[in-house]
T-cell receptor
Framework: LAKTTQPISMDSYEGQEVNITCSHNNIATNDYITWYQQFPSQGPRFIIQGYKTKVTNEVASLFIPADRKSSTLSLPRVSLSDTAVYYCLAPPGGGSYIPTFGRGTSLIVHP | DTEVTQTPKHLVMGMTNKKSLKCEQHMGHRAMYWYKQKAKKPPELMFVYSYEKLSINESVPSRFSPECPNSSLLNLHLHALQPEDSALYLC??????????????????FGPGTRLLVL
């Protein structure tokens, strides 16, 4: 199965914008890219989902270039409570849908 | 109600014990999942049920036995586990949809997990 690739960790400071990029070279042609957030000892929580161009909700924005081989999660003005692990899921093509979590990005927000 | 509940929150069991983990959702989702997550690792898919039928088994050892009694409930029966099976067990549900692109547009809702310790 094709895997997603994300930076293992990132550091930021309160009030900054954070951009986390995920590479998914073999994404299925028509499937959506989904991002989840996970705090320690809790289940992942859905953040945002998109297919192309840009999607924005009250929490984040998701940018997807035309070739869809990557996507960028943008968190505006992060706070300490945004410290978490962020996962992107991008289904590979060629078969039934099997959700596969990559290694994720551990974001630490400093005061 | 967008909540997935899991019981128990914590479980300690010996290698000869039999126990069960339970998961429940009332969102009308027809897909339910079990994941296993070790510390500092991503969730690993174990099983997927679709319309109460097992559709995916990711080569999970037979000491883990899933069951889907109805569309709202998902169980994971545990027997003769090993210490390395200690982990956070997560349940999730989703209503798989076809997006405007014609592809999968799936959002999974996760429960809080059961922290399992096998002694």
């Amino acid at each position: 199965l094709a895997k997603t690739t994300q930076p293992i960790s990132m550091d930021s400071y309160e009030g900054q914008e954070v951009n986390i990029t995920c590479s998914h070279n073999n994404i299925a042609t028509n499937d959506y890219i989904t991002w989840y957030q996970q705090f320690p000892s809790q289940g992942p929580r859905f953040i945002i989902q998109g297919y192309k161009t840009k999607v924005t909700n009250e929490v984040a924005s998701l940018f997807i270039p035309a070739d869809r081989k990557s996507s960028t999660l943008s968190l505006p003005r992060v706070s300490l409570s945004d410290t978490a692990v962020y996962y992107c899921l991008a289904p590979p093509g060629g078969g039934s849908y099997i959700p596969t979590f990559g290694r994720g990005t551990s974001l630490i927000v400093h005061p | 109600d967008t909540e997935v509940t899991q019981t128990p929150k914590h479980l300690v069991m010996g290698m000869t014990n039999k126990k069960s983990l339970k998961c429940e959702q009332h969102m009308g989702h027809r897909a339910m999942y079990w994941y296993k997550q070790k510390a500092k690792k991503p969730p690993e898919l174990m099983f997927v049920y679709s319309y109460e039928k097992l559709s995916i088994n990711e080569s999970v050892p037979s000491r883990f036995s899933p069951e889907c009694p109805n569309s709202s409930l998902l169980n994971l029966h545990l027997h003769a586990l090993q210490p390395e099976d200690s982990a956070l067990y997560l349940c999730a549900s989703s209503q798989a949809r076809t997006g405007t692109s014609g592809g999968h547009q799936e959002t999974q809702y996760f429960g809080p997990g059961t922290r399992l310790l096998v002694l």
